[in-house]
């Protein structure tokens, strides 16, 4: 097993989808950040895990910038365990978002956020609990690797 | 600031107001003739749209007010590459009420977002027509004296027809409404409005493929046209196209207070004798569209209605 240092502060964001953690990280917008510590662990042993492997990412220090509402979105297994002062204070699985803006983009081609220009892709979570474009309500069904 | 993208984004109540008003223009349209005094109508239509244009320029100019605006894409400023945000704060500056007709889905409600006044859907794509939808519910209230308990028939392109996504949202929130969907299997009601309309709240409906068979159990009886600009492929159009004709032999078949609904134009889907059977009510339904769509721009305009003031004093 490979071993990577406990964090003292910070968050894991573990039970995720081996392979997916890389996209993971550009959705949520950790391979943007310069000055973040993070650490990514890819195809660690799961024991939960159908396929017996998981990814893994731990941010060191302040995570307040993490977008992870729409961790719910991408993969509803995936935890947030906080660690203080090198407890697990916390863990827990993020609830799905209400609506995901710029996270995946509309794939109808008759979309008028298909052509206009600085036009979001907002999905607003409907009363089926799908996810549908506010333009064109076309149900999300496919979702980021 | 109201604007009308979606045919929920008025409650019932509000639905049933402005079809009281629609009514009362429609039995004394020259009381309303100066109601628009000096406001303007800008009629931004990025798909060509003959009927419907002219159905709001025509209300607007009932009202005493004042219309601009284009009827095609290749003459307006979008041939040029601009956004509809930025041509709709533009147009806000020109304008006090804006209707727009787009080929893509969803652009009024983009418009709506940078808007500074309020904006009607006149047709988005295969997407929602609400004022189609205003037009076909004061027809079925005057026909049928009621908006609820009705067996009402759609027939035709069921999957690009707007008007019917529309119409089925709609007459969903109305009690004992029962739906008899009538298409090939190409072109059925989207899942979308199955699953989240239909199934979820719970409403009866059946999807058949036989129009002679479903014909005696409606009240309303809604056509529609297999339209071509909504197929990408040629051939699938040509292949549907001729898939529901009504005529008059079918319509024997028909209750005797059966309503024939369709939202124009029509190619061949109603043959031209059943134009001359009282049942049909799709040229009342023009006229109705002016009326209701008088009362929207008074509505989302905030204009005092003239009788309702008289009637107080």
């Known amino acids: 097993m490979l071993n990577i240092d406990e964090i003292q502060n910070g968050i894991v964001i573990d039970h995720i989808k081996a392979g997916t953690a890389v996209g993971l990280m550009e959705l949520l917008g950790i391979t943007q950040n310069t000055s973040a510590s993070v650490a990514l662990i890819q195809n660690a042993r799961s024991a939960k895990s159908p396929t017996g492997r998981k990814d893994i990412i731990k941010v060191e220090g302040d995570a307040s910038w993490l977008n992870l509402d729409v961790l719910a979105y991408l993969d509803p297994n995936i935890t947030v365990t906080t660690i203080r002062d090198g407890q697990a204070v916390q863990k827990e699985k993020p609830r799905p978002p209400r609506r995901l803006v710029n996270i995946v983009r509309c794939r109808n081609p008759r979309c008028i956020s298909s052509i206009e220009e600085e036009c979001d892709q907002i999905f607003e979570m409907s009363s089926n609990g799908k996810y549908r474009c506010i333009y064109c309500e076309q149900e999300l069904s496919v979702k980021p690797e | ?313």
């Open chain 2, 1 to 313: 600031m109201r604007h009308m993208i979606d045919p929920l984004d008025f409650s019932k109540e509000e639905i049933g107001s402005l079809l009281t008003l629609a009514g009362s223009i429609c039995e004394d349209p020259t009381a309303y003739q100066n109601v628009a005094a000096h406001k303007k109508l800008a009629t931004l239509f990025y798909e060509p749209s003959t009927r419907t244009r002219l159905s709001f320029e025509a209300a607007m100019l009932n009202l005493g007010g004042h219309c601009l605006g284009f009827p095609s894409e290749n003459v307006s400023s979008a041939a040029k590459g601009e956004s509809v945000a930025d041509t709709i704060r533009v147009v806000s500056c020109y304008a006090d009420i804006v209707a727009m007709r787009h080929p893509k889905e969803g652009a009024p409600l983009r418009a709506a977002r940078y808007s500074r006044v309020p904006v009607i859907n006149a047709g988005d794509g295969g997407h929602q027509h609400p004022t189609q939808t205003l037009t076909d519910l004061l027809t079925i209230q005057r026909r049928k004296g009621r908006l609820d308990h009705l067996t009402i028939g759609l027939c035709g392109d069921l999957k690009f027809g707007r008007t019917v996504h529309s119409l089925i949202k709609t007459m969903a929130r109305y009690e004992g409404i029962r739906f008899v969907l009538i298409s090939p299997e190409e072109l059925r009601v989207p899942e979308y409005i199955i699953k989240d309309v239909l199934e979820a709240g719970g409403i009866p409906y059946t999807e058949v493929r036989s129009l002679e068979n479903a014909m005696p159990e409606l009240d309303i009886l809604y056509m529609t046209r297999v339209q071509k600009e909504r197929f990408f492929n040629e051939e699938d159009y040509v292949r549907l196209k001729n898939s529901y004709i009504l005529t008059a032999e079918k319509m024997k078949a028909a209750k005797p207070d059966m309503a024939v609904l369709h939202p124009l134009p029509r190619v061949n889907e109603i043959a031209l004798d059943v134009d001359d059977d009282p049942r049909a009510a799709y040229f009342e339904q023009v006229q109705n569209g002016v009326y209701v769509r008088m009362a929207l721009i008074m509505t989302l305009l905030g204009l005092p209605d003239p009788k309702a003031a008289k009637e107080g004093n």
